[in-house]
C-alpha cells in the first residue's frame, strides 16, 4: 500500500508502528551518502561497533576470531560528515516530525545515530526488540528513520516488523534478561507469527515507533548493506537528567 501524503503517513505510524515511505531520497543522495560510509568503513574511521562488541548470533567471538573487525556500526552519523547530518535535519524530516509530534522536533544523538554496515559474512542477526528498551525519556514516544541506501530484503538481513505492537501491554514477563522479545513462549510466537518484513528499495524511508517490536536477519547476499538511521522526539519529551539518553547533547530541528 502507497501511503501518499504526510499526514496519512503520520496516521499509518500511529495505528502500525511502522510506515514505509518509498523513494523520499532522489538516487544521487543516496548514492553520495553510501560512498561517503564506504570510504569511512575502508578507513574504519572511529567510533566504530563492531559485531565482535555485541556478540549477537552469528557475530565473531572477539575482535581477534576471524572476521573480528567487522563493523555493525559507523556511529555518531551526525557528526561524522555533513551529508549525513543535512540528511538528519533535512526540512522534509523537520516537517514530518512537527506533524507526529505537534511540537518542536529533537535529534537524539545518543540513540541509533548511525549508518548500519550489515557484512555478508559475521554480519549478525537481531533479536525481537523494542528500542526503548534501553532508552530513558520521559515518554516512551520517539520515532527513527531508516534510510535504505540500497535493497533490503529478508535475504540481506532486511528488517521484520510486528504490526501494531506499539500499542500491545507486553510485561516485563515477555522478554529476556536483556530485554529480546522472548520467541520461546507461546503468546509470544503468535505476536511474531504477524511479523512483516517489507522490501525496501534505495532512497526507501521507514519511520518506526520506539516501542514497535522488530528484529532482522542475517545478511546472506554478498554485498555489504548501509542503512542510516537516526531517532527523533518531542520538546516535552526530555531525556532523563544522568542517563545516557541525555549523554550527548540534543539538536533542535
Ligand atoms: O539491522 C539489524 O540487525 C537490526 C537493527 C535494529 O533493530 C536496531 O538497531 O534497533
Not at 102 to 129: D, F, I
Amino acid at each position: 500500500m502507497s501511503v501518499h501524503s504526510k499526514k496519512e503517513q503520520v496516521q499509518t505510524l500511529r495505528e502500525q508502528g511502522f510506515v514505509v515511505v518509498p523513494g523520499l531520497v532522489s538516487p544521487e543522495r543516496c548514492r553520495a551518502l553510501k560512498q561517503i560510509a564506504q570510504q569511512q568503513l575502508q578507513l574504519a574511521v572511529a567510533p566504530l561497533e563492531f559485531e565482535a562488541d555485541l556478540r549477537y548470533p552469528g557475530a565473531p567471538e572477539s575482535k581477534y576470531a576471524p572476521g573480528g573487525h567487522t563493523v555493525r556500526r559507523l556511529l555518531d552519523a551526525y557528526a561524522r560528515h555533513p551529508g549525513f547530518h543535512e540528511w538528519a535535519c533535512a526540512p522534509e524530516i523537520k516537517s514530518w516530525m512537527t506533524l507526529y509530534f505537534g511540537e518542536q522536533p529533537y535529534l537524539s544523538r545518543a540513540h541509533h545515530n548511525c549508518m548500519m554496515t550489515k557484512h555478508p559474512a559475521y554480519g549478525s542477526l537481531t533479536g525481537w526488540h523494542r528500542d526503548m528498551r534501553y532508552w530513558s525519556f520521559e515518554r516512551d514516544d520517539l520515532v527513527s528513520v531508516w534510510l535504505a541506501l540500497g535493497p533490503e530484503t529478508v535475504n540481506n538481513g532486511g528488517l521484520w516488523f510486528v504490526p501494531q505492537s506499539h500499542d500491545a501491554a507486553l510485561t516485563a514477563s515477555c522478554f529476556d534478561e536483556a530485554k529480546f522479545f522472548r520467541s520461546d513462549l507461546p503468546d509470544n510466537q503468535a505476536l511474531i507469527q504477524t511479523a512483516v518484513s517489507p522490501e525496501l528499495h534505495m532512497g526507501d524511508v521507514v519511520f518506526f515507533h520506539c516501542k514497535t517490536l522488530h528484529s532482522a536477519g542475517k545478511n546472506l547476499s554478498d554485498e555489504v548493506k548501509f542503512s542510516l538511521v537516526f531517532t527523533y522526539h518531542g520538546a516535552s519529551n526530555a531525556p532523563l537528567p544522568g542517563s545516557r539518553s541525555a549523554s550527548l547533547a540534543e539538536v533542535k530541528l
